[in-house]
């Protein structure tokens, strides 16, 4: 919506307005959107959740999802806001190797606490060659600047509000909502007693609506999903998980 790429006809009912996009997932979303779930123009909330209870659907749902999120973690990885470190986490890697021959030797030998602590040392060792991966100096930049419009939403006037531009309340919306579901439906509750209720801008969103129709939708796929025994990794945060859903759109 920010983009122009989709129009608001109505509280929950959207109409495709650009299909060429900046990043793959969101064409990725647009897909599902439109054109698995909508008539391949416009979509509502309701289809998302007439189509999410269909249990044959779910298998489809749930893979689009996980295409979603792999291609929103790509982007995130190409802005470079975790250090590589490389050649550190090759040596560590290496260092959990040597820890383990050493355990494999001392098991060998009978040396049962040498092996145990070799077992420790090379899954520690691991674990860090695995997941080092520091912030880099503009990750913490990013990070900082939105924890903090994040704190100062939490207690803006309304007058403050109003004076925000559209981009900039979408922003808002798209961050705060998808980034905690637990506070969602608070803050949800917040922006829309700040949102005047005479705005003519066409920015009718109901972020309560949107983030509890997402998150059922994709609760109700992924949970089909667990229950067969075939769930796919990478969809529990889904299209609406976390209120990702209503974040992303």
Excluded: C
Excluded at 69 to 76: M, S, T
Excluded at 79 to 84: G, I, L, W
Excluded at 143 to 166: D, F, G, I, N, V
């Amino acid at each position: 919506m920010r983009k122009g790429k989709i129009r608001q006809i109505s509280e929950d009912h959207f109409a495709l307005a650009d299909r060429n996009t900046d990043h793959p997932h969101e064409a990725v979303l647009i897909g599902l959107l439109f054109d698995t779930i909508g008539d391949g123009q416009e979509f509502t909330l309701e289809q998302v959740e007439i189509y999410t209870k269909n249990e044959s659907n779910h298998e489809d749902y749930n893979a689009a999802t996980a295409e979603w999120n792999k291609e929103v973690r790509a982007e995130v990885l190409a802005h470079d806001f975790y250090e590589k470190h490389s050649g550190l986490r090759w040596a560590v890697g290496i260092m959990s190797a040597v820890f383990i021959g050493l355990a494999i030797v001392s098991g060998i030998y009978g040396l049962l606490p040498w092996m145990a602590v070799s077992i420790a040392l090379a899954m520690l060792a691991l674990g860090f060659a695995i997941g080092y991966s520091p912030i880099t100096r503009e990750g913490h930049r990013v990070r900082y600047e939105w924890r903090s419009m994040k704190t100062a939403m939490e207690q803006l006037p309304s007058e403050q509000w109003e004076r925000l531009t559209m981009d900039e309340k979408q922003r808002a919306y798209a961050y705060l909502l998808g980034s905690d579901q637990k506070t969602a439906e608070r803050k949800a509750n917040a922006f829309t007693a700040a949102e005047p209720a005479n705005d003519v801008s066409g920015f009718a969103m109901n972020p309560i609506l949107m983030t509890a129709v997402f998150v059922s939708a994709s609760t109700t796929a992924s949970s089909s999903a667990s229950a067969s025994g075939g769930g796919m990794a990478g969809t529990g945060g889904g299209v609406g998980g976390g209120g990702g859903g209503s974040g992303a759109f």
